[in-house]
């Protein structure tokens, strides 16, 4: 008996973590949602606090309790991203969530910090496919109690644990076991 398998829309695939055509119709329609959000956030004033928590509730997947974001903030999607209690994201951070980026609760993120699911292959032919880039994403996520320092970069399928501090300019390249302390590049860890 033959099966028809249902074949996977690229924002399915994207999720998934398999290769995706990030121009796809039902993508750019989503990616260009956010931007409308992130836009009016980027706008806001320091006075209108409520306005920027009801604009984040609406954009991202789940939201805690005391969240502040600093503008100029960005992200691709939104939808993708979940957050916990008290947490602060200071100036010019960035999420790249074309797969899932879930923090935990009681986290600090310093201005400039990147947070990258998404990447190419390294296999040239396999990054261009009919005229069209071709992307991949696998998912990032961030424990309880964790300070990440100003200009973090964390690549994608990096897990941190909890009670972990990422010293400020560090890349994060590999998962970070919980209560340590990592810094450099590629971030190490001193404790």
Not at 43 to 56: A, D, H, W
Not at 64 to 78: H, K, R, T, V
Not at 84 to 106: A, M, R
């Amino acid at each position: 008996m033959h099966l028809n398998k249902k074949k996977l829309t690229e924002k399915e695939k994207m999720l998934k973590g398999l290769p995706y055509d990030a121009s796809d119709k039902e993508l750019r329609k989503l990616f260009f949602k956010c931007k409308d959000k992130i836009e009016k956030y980027n706008k806001t004033s320091y006075k209108q606090q409520n306005l920027r928590e009801q604009i984040i509730r609406k954009l991202f997947c789940s939201v805690g309790e005391n969240i502040y974001i600093e503008p100029f903030f960005y992200c691709d999607y939104g939808i993708n991203i979940s957050v916990g209690d008290n947490i602060y994201f200071n100036t010019g951070c960035v999420l790249l969530d074309c797969s899932e980026i879930k923090i935990g609760n009681n986290v600090m993120f310093g201005p400039g910090v990147h947070i990258y699911t998404a990447y190419h292959s390294t296999n040239p032919g396999e990054r261009f496919v009919n005229n069209k880039v071709i992307d991949i994403a696998a998912p990032v996520s961030v424990g309880n109690n964790v300070w990440i320092g100003g200009n973090v970069t964390i690549l994608p399928n990096i897990k941190i644990g909890d009670n972990v501090t990422i010293g400020a300019g560090s890349v994060v390249t590999k998962n970070v076991p919980t209560n340590s302390i990592v810094v450099g590049n590629p971030a190490k860890a001193i404790k």
